[in-house]
C-alpha cells in the first residue's frame, strides 16, 4: 500500500473514533435520540473513498491512448438540466417502441425517435423506411443486427442462416452467434484486419442463407472489410439469401463526417442494418449505441404483441435507459453535423501524423486507410501502462503489437510525449 493510502486510512480511522465518540447513541454512548443525523458521517466516510477513485480517474484520463472512447466529454450542461428540471428523481423508462409511441408517460421515447432519424439518414436509411433504437452498447446493437438478421432470414428462406464474421472482427459477434444458438462461420483476416474474399468463397454453405457481419473498423488494427469484394464473391452465389449487418462499433461514429462517407452509406454498400457505439466517438459518459436498420426488416420480426405496451415489441429489451437517448440528443443539438465533422477530421489528420512520427522514429508502425487507430510494435511495458496501451499479437506483422486509438481527446502535444519515451528506448 503507498504512504499517502496509509495516510488516508489512519485519517478516516481517527475521524471514526472522534465521530463513534461523539455521536449520541453510537456504539460509544448509551442512548440515540431519534432525529439524530448520524448518516451525515458515514456519508463523509463514503465520500473520502468516493474522492480517491475520482482523483485516481482524473489522473489516468490525460494520457488514456489505447481504447476508443472519447473523453473529451460535455455534459455539464445536461446535468445542470437534469438537476434543475427534477428529472433527476423519476424512474424514466424507454420500455417500448421508439418509432410506434403514442404515450409520453415518463418516457423519452419521442427524443430517442428524433435520434435514429438524425443519423438513420447519415448510413444511407430513408425516413420513410427508418426504424431503430438507442442501444446499451455496440454489442447490444449488434445482438439485435445478429437477432433481425437471423429472423429476418428464417422467415424468407424456412432455414436457420449461418453467420460469417472475420476472425479479426470483434469479439462480442462470436459470443452473440453462441448465444442465439447459430452457425458460426469464422473467415480469416489478412493481416491488415480485413476478411478475404477469396475464404469467404470457399467457407460459403451452399444451401443456408448467409448471415454477413461486415466489421468497419476491427478493433485492433481498424481493418475495413472491403463490402465491395464481398459482396462480390456472393453475388456469384445467387442461390444463397444473405443480410448484412454493420459492425461499425467506432468508426461508424465517425465515417459520415468524412471524405469516406460511402463506406458506410447503404445507398452505396447495401446493407441491412448497422450499430455503432455511443460512447465510442461521440461523447457519451456511458455505454451506448445506435442500432439502424429498415422497417421492411422490423416487420418481418417475430411478433410478440404485448398489451401493456401497446403493441408488439421487436427489441430484446423490455426497460431502456429513457436519459441515454436525451443525452445522444443533448450532444446532436450542441455539436452538431459541423461539430462532428471537425472533430472527425482531427482525429484522422492527428492519426496521419502519429504515423508519420512513428516512420521517422523508424519504429514499425500502421495505419489503415480510414483509420483513427494506429498499430506498431509493441514498445516496453512501463511504456505501455503510463499511456494505458491494449497489446495484441500477430506473427505475421512480427509478434507484439500496441495500438493507440486516436480519440478527441488525444492531440498532438500529448503523443509528443509518447513519442519522446520511445526515443529514449532507443
Ligand atoms: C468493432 C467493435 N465492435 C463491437 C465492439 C463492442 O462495443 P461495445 O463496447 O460498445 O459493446 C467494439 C468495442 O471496442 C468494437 O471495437
Aim: with cysteine.
Amino acid at each position: 500500500m503507498s504512504r499517502t493510502a496509509v495516510f488516508q486510512r489512519i485519517v478516516c480511522l481517527l475521524a471514526l473514533i472522534t465521530l463513534l465518540a461523539c455521536i449520541p447513541g453510537g456504539v460509544l454512548s448509551e442512548a440515540l435520540p431519534e432525529e439524530s443525523p448520524v448518516y451525515e458521517e458515514p456519508m463523509d466516510l463514503a465520500l473520502v473513498e468516493l474522492n480517491r477513485y475520482a482523483e485516481q480517474v482524473m489522473e489516468q484520463k490525460d494520457l488514456s491512448f489505447g481504447y476508443p472512447g472519447n473523453l473529451d466529454i460535455h455534459l455539464t450542461g445536461f446535468y445542470e438540466w437534469l438537476l434543475e428540471s427534477g428529472v433527476y428523481s423519476v424512474i424514466a423508462n424507454n420500455a417500448g417502441d421508439p418509432f410506434d409511441n403514442n404515450e409520453t408517460y415518463m418516457n423519452t421515447l419521442n427524443f430517442e425517435r428524433e435520434v435514429i432519424e438524425f443519423f438513420g439518414p447519415l448510413y444511407g436509411f430513408e425516413l420513410d423506411d427508418l426504424w431503430g433504437l438507442v442501444t446499451f452498447s455496440g454489442t447490444d446493437g449488434n445482438n439485435h443486427g445478429i437477432y433481425f438478421g437471423s429472423k429476418y432470414l428464417e422467415k424468407k428462406t424456412h432455414k436457420k442462416p449461418v453467420v460469417y464474421v472475420s476472425d479479426a472482427a470483434h469479439y462480442s459477434n462470436m459470443r452473440l452467434a453462441d448465444l442465439q444458438n447459430l452457425d458460426l462461420v469464422l473467415v480469416p483476416a489478412d493481416e491488415h484486419g480485413c476478411m478475404i474474399p477469396e475464404e469467404l468463397e470457399k467457407a460459403l454453405v451452399p444451401d443456408r442463407p448467409a448471415l454477413m457481419v461486415y466489421a468497419m473498423g476491427t478493433t485492433f488494427k481498424g481493418g475495413i472489410d472491403d463490402q465491395e469484394a464481398l459482396n462480390a464473391v456472393l453475388a456469384r452465389h445467387p442461390e444463397i439469401e444473405v443480410y448484412r449487418h454493420v459492425d461499425a462499433a467506432l468508426f461508424g461514429g465517425y465515417l459520415p463526417y468524412t471524405e469516406y462517407a460511402d463506406a458506410v452509406d447503404r445507398r452505396v454498400q447495401p446493407f441491412d442494418s448497422i450499430a455503432i457505439s455511443g460512447h465510442k466517438f461521440f461523447g457519451m459518459d456511458e455505454p451506448a449505441g445506435l442500432f439502424i436498420t429498415t422497417m421492411e426488416v422490423k416487420n418481418n420480426q417475430n411478433p410478440y404483441e404485448v398489451t401493456y405496451l401497446n403493441g408488439s415489441m421487436p427489441m430484446i429489451n423490455c426497460s431502456r435507459s429513457a436519459i441515454t437517448p436525451l443525452k445522444f440528443w443533448w450532444i446532436i443539438r450542441h455539436t452538431g453535423f459541423e461539430g462532428f465533422a471537425e472533430q472527425a477530421n482531427q482525429m484522422l489528420e492527428t492519426a496521419a501524423w502519429l504515423k508519420d512520427e512513428l516512420d521517422k522514429l523508424g519504429w514499425p508502425a500502421w495505419l489503415e486507410p480510414m483509420s483513427n487507430t494506429v498499430y506498431f510494435k509493441r514498445p516496453d511495458a512501463a511504456i505501455m501502462e503510463k499511456y494505458a496501451l491494449a497489446p495484441d499479437y500477430d506473427e505475421r506483422l512480427g509478434g507484439e503489437l500496441a495500438h493507440i486509438v486516436v480519440m478527441q481527446h488525444v492531440t498532438k502535444d500529448q503523443l509528443q510525449l509518447f513519442l519522446d519515451d520511445l526515443q529514449s528506448l532507443q
